[in-house]
């Protein structure tokens, strides 16, 4: 099996010729292709922009839970389904959802031609289930200029790829982004617009924290951060790919003609206003306590799994680590085969204060571990970064550390979202 570091800058193929004037990708995810009605409506969204002059690409997600679906069947017939065989079936949503776009935008009297991850060149590495793209070849991407020099609009499948020995892979839950700004970066385009069911990123999940705010901008590393630790709103590798490529990712709703949120590079009026972007959290967070193994021999035998480590906690006795929870079996067979003594913590969620302002600014963890001192939380283990506090708690006091962590940075003042022209 071969893996693509953590790092690495995807090989793209760009045109030799100067870039397309005026090339957009458009994403959609899940709910804004729910049923018929909302497909139709992506569709004349699309044929807008492409009214508007543009060379209009379009990228869609399955549609509503059919991914869900997807897997849950393959559950019902297979306790343990082959990685490879699960691709296979998995990969179909995306082709139901953009066969579809395309023969709503025909019916509006716009030809539109939808294609494959593989045929639209996108090719990755050989990792069932959470692939990473490591190229976009040109015959893909010849044959989507040819449609757009046509005057159509092409739609892609996200979330799929082939792999390097010619499987179909998919990239991971959420990757349809990843497609998206793959694509972006391999076209040169303007922007990579995500349409999603929200107006844009926010100060915390919208859905916890009522009061939380639409973030005008936030930098790429803020939202490297923000991606990692929860907020589901745009998928961790495809923010990873943009700040590689320097695509402008602009986050917003389908449902409204509103301004979302762009991603771009830091820009010190970011800061201004407010040093904290936001509080994001995760309520279900796999952390295992290990014994009896040496550090350097666990850490490589987890690399060559795949699993990737999310955070490592020092301490003088067992060694302690976090992994996402989708690499729960992956890990337990390395541990049982490092003959390790281990146990998963159970019950933990994790809980982010992430800000790029944190870099100049002493006094953020201070007032972090003093309000959750005032809401009586102990936070359990501890992680940092030069841009994020991050911590542990019992999954039922996740709720009430966002909301409290909110409060106290004052997210829910106009001045949190950034504004500026
Ligand atoms: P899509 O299907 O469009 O890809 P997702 O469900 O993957 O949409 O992502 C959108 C969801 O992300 C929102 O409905 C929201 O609940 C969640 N979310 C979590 N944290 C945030 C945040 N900080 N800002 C915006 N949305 C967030
Ligand atoms: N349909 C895939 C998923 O549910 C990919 C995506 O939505 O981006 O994870
Ligand atoms: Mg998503």
Redesign the pocket.
Known sequence: MSETAFEIVPAVETDEAPPHVGTLVLKF??TSVADPEKIRRVAARLVAAKRAGGRVVGVV??MGQ???ELVALAREVSPRPEPRELDML?SV??RVSCALVAMAISDLDQQAISLTGSQAGIVTDTVHGKAKIVEVRAPGLARIHQALDEDKIVLVA??QGVSTDFNIT????????TTAVALAAALSADACEIYTDVDGVFTADPRIVPDARKLHAVSYEEMLEMAASGARVL?LRSVEFARNHGVKLHVRSTFTEETGTWITEEDERMLEKAMISGVTHTLEEAVYRVEGVDRADLFSALAEAPVSVDTIIQTDGPILFSAPVEDREQTAAVLERLGAKWNEQDGLGKVSVIGAGMKSHPGIAARTFATLRDLGLEPQLVATSPIKIAFYVPQDEVERAVKGLHDAFELSSADAERGHA
Do not use: V
């Open positions: 995810g899940g997600s399955a059919h991914t869900d998995i949503g995306e996200g979330f998919t990239l991971g839950r959420g990757g349809s982004d998928a």
